[in-house]
Structures are given as structure tokens and as C-alpha cells.
């Protein structure tokens, strides 16, 4: 039983080492977060897999969603009011893995 234990400590551990994305001060003088295009962008608590070319974000275990029109990533950055607007779009798409991303 105390292999549980140990085992639960070291994923939770794991998971609090996530590298947080950088952020940058963007010509409006405003924080903004850069999109890693290579894999997870992560900030704060939360990792996206947020595609620019596509317009498509994915929380893990979550079916791919569009971004919505009035979120600009075409310069590789988002806000931080915008990455938490995607990561509610990615839980709403719900569903398994990518199941339903195979078209």
C-alpha cells in the first residue's frame, strides 16, 4: 500500500515541474504569453496544445477545438485573459483523447 503513496507523490511532484511558457511584454504594453508551436504552452496551472496555423487548441485528453475569431494568435503570443479563454473553449469540446479529431 505504501507504494501508492509514493508512487502518488512523485506524479504530483512531476506535475508541479511543469516549465511555464514565457511571457513577454507585447507593443501594447501588455503581458502576453508565447505560444510554444513544438508542444504544450503552459501558464500558471493549465498546458494547451495550441496550434496558430490551424486556429485549433487542445487540452490534453480533450478533442481539438477552433479558437474563437476574436482571439488573434497569428503573432505567436495570447494574453492571459485570451489563455484562459482557450482553455475553457479545449474543456468544452470534451470527449476522449483524440478520438474525434481523426475526421
Given at each position: 500500500m505504501r507504494v501508492f503513496y509514493?508512487?502518488?507523490?512523485?506524479v504530483l511532484l512531476a506535475a508541479c515541474d511543469v516549465p511555464q511558457a514565457p511571457v513577454v511584454t507585447?507593443?501594447?504594453g501588455q503581458a502576453r504569453i508565447q505560444i510554444n508551436t513544438a508542444g504544450l504552452t503552459c501558464y500558471q496551472t493549465r498546458c494547451l496544445d495550441i496550434n496558430p496555423a490551424a486556429r485549433s487548441v487542445r487540452m490534453m485528453g480533450n478533442r481539438t477545438a477552433g479558437i474563437p475569431r476574436d482571439i488573434d494568435v497569428s503573432d505567436g503570443t495570447v494574453t492571459p485573459a485570451?489563455?484562459?479563454?482557450?482553455?475553457e473553449v479545449a474543456m468544452l469540446a470534451g470527449g476522449m483523447g483524440s478520438r474525434g479529431d481523426r475526421g
Open positions: 509514493w508512487l502518488g507523490a512523485v507585447g507593443p501594447d485570451e489563455f484562459r479563454r482557450l482553455g
